[in-house]
């Protein structure tokens, strides 16, 4: 079975905070995508990777950035966290065009 | 137009119906069409993915793929009070490059009453 895991269910984290949102897969897959997903707005792109080290801006990368450093783990950053930021952050990873997801992580920023 | 359509609903069918679900995609080079069940809080699950024309069965689950009228459809058979979730449809685009990015519906949300 496919496992992708998030470092947290619920984070709050304040306005200017940097915040780190890490997400993990464990069947060497080369593409690694984060959403954030709002009520009425669907699934919306932040930032995706096709390989390590590489990455390529989604359609809301404003306020973000990534990392990625080894193959397995991909990493999304608030600089300074804001609270339109506010949402839930899903991970996901895929061999081809399958998408997996992790279980999310709802942030809130005060 | 936006690139994949659905029927935001609610759809609502009582318990042992059948519920069709519908999604319209703008991209007629698309290839790659899936299916996802996404409960209230939780994260999306893979429930189908379909790549030809026609039907594909899957237990109480069946995609139907049209790509001449760009539309591709789950029917969920017997349907249980368990099915009650809103369901994403998700189409592939081919960009240049090595990618592998989807693009998603807004999702319809059914509700299958007791």
Redesign the interface.
């Known amino acids: 079975d496919v496992k992708v895991t998030q470092s947290s269910r619920y984070l709050v984290k304040r306005t200017g905070e940097k915040v780190f949102l890490e997400c993990v897969q464990d069947m060497d897959h080369e593409?690694m995508f984060w959403y954030r997903q709002d009520p009425?707005?669907?699934?919306r792109?932040i930032y995706?990777s096709?390989d390590v080290k590489m990455k390529?801006k989604?359609d809301i990368p404003e306020g973000y950035s990534v990392s990625r450093e080894k193959k397995e783990r991909f990493s999304l950053i608030l600089e300074s966290a804001s609270t339109n930021q506010t949402s839930m952050y899903?991970c996901a990873s895929?061999l081809?065009?399958?998408?997996?997801?992790?279980?999310?992580t709802r942030l809130t920023v005060l | 137009q936006k690139e994949v359509e659905q029927n935001s609903g609610p759809l609502s069918v009582p318990e042992g119906a059948i519920a069709s679900l519908n999604c319209t995609y703008s991209d007629r080079v698309s290839q790659s069409f899936f299916w996802y069940r996404q409960y209230s809080g939780k994260s999306p699950e893979l429930i189908m993915s379909i790549y030809s024309n026609g039907d594909k069965e899957d237990g109480r689950f069946t995609a139907q793929l049209n790509k001449a009228s760009q539309y591709v459809s789950l029917l969920i058979r017997d349907s249980q009070p368990s099915d009650s979730a809103t369901y994403l449809c998700a189409v592939n685009i081919l960009n240049a490059g090595n990618n592998r990015k989807l693009i998603w519906g807004l999702g319809t949300s059914l509700a299958v009453n007791p």
Do not use: D, K, W
């Open positions: 593409n009425g707005l669907g699934l792109l995706f096709y390529e989604g899903l895929s081809s065009y399958t998408q997996y997801f992790g279980p999310g």
